[in-house]
């Protein structure tokens, strides 16, 4: 009983320590792990223990709906399904297999949960289309005295590589009375956030625009961030997203809490705000002698006698002679002797057979077969193509442009903050990745009440998830994705090799004990 308890015991204790080190995910973690542990002294820091976490405090924020235009933390469900609506609308420029909006939408956790009571709203479906949206409290409009300010998260949960998670402040007016209706062609007043397609990465901001003349609207689109935003399409934590436009037509663009991009919007967009006040006049045309060459071929200059535009840049070499040796007769490849036409070869369906080339086995040990010829060298007779030297034109009359005249479409805003009111907020995607979650959304007038709110909610989950991820154990569950029903797989797949060392181990030691109680 002692023996087999004696080896169940180390056998056991073994097979743990194979597991363990058998796995590269653990031996480089590990290795890591005690690397980052020694600071700068060669001492090694105090490490802290996954039971050390502290148990995160979250709780949904409690606000007042009569200061936000619009908020929701989509933990109450039920409250939440009520705002949103889905679009039952499809798209008319596309084939009718695929113009429905019938992209799947959910409230549920994140994959990687830091508070059972933190939803979100999730896109759950790819490759289809999917629209939702939801009525502000009252509607906004642009006034002298407030600023808009706009606030999200996104979690791209598998990460992204081609899709939007950017939504639309819809305009007010008749077409986003009934959200059911709601689709890429519904009026938009902003629309902001995070895009990507393959190495194209972008941070939208696009504002329509209204021409105060004639009431046309055009796209305004914010130029590209200095720096390129991948961590968040990859990271697959979550990213706050906050846009905040200012009555004195500046803008800024944060990322969790980082401003990344800001300026004006008279000067920042493309095409711009303003047109320009003079434009060139169609009805001028450049004159047909008009000389726009600076240089041209000196009309004196003649071709030297001795100069052939027809000589060779390389020519055989006159002096060299074939290598004795030199197999002139025997061809470099033959047909292989042994190949046999295939007995289902059809003629009259494959052409006439003919045995595949090999090299020919003469010239082996030849120096070389087959024709010879002389090798190339440069011809000293080569000159090119000639041509006449240039020379400044004397009929040179600059570059011709078209004379200026008044912009009949000019005018001025000074004021393009003042932008069409918005009445709802939508999310109209396409993506090729799914369970991209958006959560803790808010339109609002006060930065300080956004900066509040992303306290209460995104700045505690991103403290405990920086916190956690120092940890040994939530750095391999990152590897995984957060999935631990892959480490059962996983663990399954080594027992087998292991498994049948320890039973090996297990036969050998039976022996080396019955040889030493035999002696």
């Not at 999200?152 to 007010?172: D, N, P, R």
């Not at 003649?302 to 040796?325: E, L, R, Y």
């Not at 090999?358 to 000639?386: F, H, M, Q, R, T």
């Not at 920086?466 to 940890?471: A, F, I, Q, V």
Request: charged share 30%; glycine share 4%; with cysteine.
């Amino acid at each position: 009983m002692r023996f087999k308890h004696f080896m169940g015991l180390h056998l056991g204790s073994l097979l743990v320590i194979l597991l363990l080190a058998s796995s590269p995910l653990v031996r480089a973690d590990v290795e890591q792990d005690f690397a980052d542990e020694i600071d700068d002294d060669g001492k090694v820091e105090d490490v802290q223990d996954d039971n050390e976490l502290e148990e995160i405090v979250y709780e949904s924020p409690v606000y007042d709906q009569n200061k936000f235009y619009f908020a929701d933390h989509f933990d109450d469900i039920a409250e939440s399904r009520k705002r949103w609506i889905k679009s039952e609308a499809k798209k008319d420029d596309i084939a009718e297999e695929i113009a429905k909006y019938d992209g799947i939408w959910e409230w549920e956790a994140p994959q990687r949960i830091v508070s059972k009571k933190d939803i979100g709203l999730v896109l759950k479906s790819k490759a289809k289309h999917a629209a939702i949206a939801s009525k502000l409290n009252k509607p906004f409009t642009f006034k002298s005295d407030a600023p808009l300010v706009v606030q999200y998260e996104v979690t791209m949960q598998e990460g992204q590589e081609c899709g939007g998670s950017y939504i639309k402040l819809l305009s007010h007016g008749v077409h986003t009375e009934d959200l059911k209706k709601f689709n890429d062609k519904t009026p938009y007043t902003i629309m902001f956030g995070p895009d990507k397609c393959g190495s194209d990465i972008k941070l939208h901001f696009i504002f329509r625009h209204v021409n105060p003349i004639n009431g046309s609207i055009e796209e305004k689109h914010c130029k590209k961030p200095k720096d390129r935003l991948e961590e968040p399409f990859k990271d697959k934590l979550p990213h706050l997203y906050q846009l905040v436009i200012r009555p004195d037509n500046t803008f800024e663009i944060s990322v969790d809490h980082k401003v990344v991009n800001q300026g004006s919007l008279l000067s920042e967009f493309a095409p711009p705000v303003n047109p320009p006040r003079e434009i060139d006049d169609p009805e001028d045309k450049k004159p047909k002698d008009w000389d726009e060459r600076e240089k041209i071929p000196d009309p004196t200059a003649k071709k030297p006698a001795d100069w052939d535009d027809d000589a060779p840049p390389q020519i055989p070499d006159p002096t060299a002679v074939m290598p004795d040796g030199w197999l002139e007769e025997e061809p470099a490849m033959i047909p292989d002797p042994t190949a046999v036409k295939p007995e289902d070869w059809d003629a009259e369906m494959d052409g006439e057979w003919e045995a595949p080339m090999i090299d020919n086995p003469s010239c082996e040990k030849a120096v070389g077969c087959g024709e010879w010829k002389a090798p190339l060298i440069p011809n000293k007779e080569y000159k090119g193509k000639w041509r006449a030297p240039l020379i400044d034109n004397p009929n040179y009359q600059g570059k011709w442009a078209a004379r200026k005249i008044p912009n009949p479409d000019y005018f001025e805003d000074l004021t393009p903050f003042k932008m069409t009111p918005i009445s709802a907020v939508g999310l109209e995607l396409w993506s090729m990745s799914d369970s991209i979650l958006f959560d803790n959304l808010i339109v609002a007038d006060d930065i300080e009440l956004a900066r509040d709110f992303a306290a209460k909610t995104f700045d505690i989950k991103r403290k405990y998830i920086d916190k956690e991820s120092k940890t040994l154990w939530h750095r391999l569950m990152k590897r995984i994705n957060y999935k631990p029903g892959w480490w059962a797989l996983y663990f399954t797949y080594l027992l087998i090799p292991v498994g049948c060392y320890v039973f090996y181990l297990y036969g050998r030691a039976k022996e080396v004990l019955r040889e030493l109680f035999l002696t």
